[in-house]
């Protein structure tokens, strides 16, 4: 059974930093896409952020240049790094992944940009 525990987040100020994890088991991340989600109060879940297995990424315009994707195989942990926060970064946050057809979601995490 694959299961995303998430970890991190909460409140920062603007211009702050945050980091998020997601730790997978029952797959491994090294093998699988992992991706980063937000759903901000009455607006969709928006795409933020892509890893690939070969390790390749991808960022939506409105984080690019702030937030970086990265994984430790080790931990099997893929973690998001949150730079230079805004307070519309302010949003429920998901980790994703697909296995053998099924997608899995994280439990959510909230990150609150606020001064």
């Known amino acids: 059974q694959v299961q995303l525990v998430q970890s991190g987040g909460g409140l920062a100020q603007p211009g702050g930093s945050l980091r998020l994890s997601c730790t997978a088991s029952?797959?491994?991340?090294?093998?699988?896409?992992v991706a980063w989600y937000r759903q901000a109060p009455n607006k969709e879940r928006e795409w933020l952020t892509t890893l690939v297995s070969g390790g390749a990424s991808a960022y939506s315009d409105s984080v690019k240049g702030r937030f970086a994707i990265s994984r430790d195989n080790a931990e099997n942990t893929v973690y998001l790094q949150m730079n230079s926060l805004k307070p519309e970064d302010t949003a429920v946050y998901y980790c994703q992944t697909v296995v053998r057809g099924t997608t899995y979601w994280g439990q959510g995490t909230q990150v609150t940009v606020s001064s």
């Open positions: 029952g797959t491994l991340v090294s093998t699988n896409f």
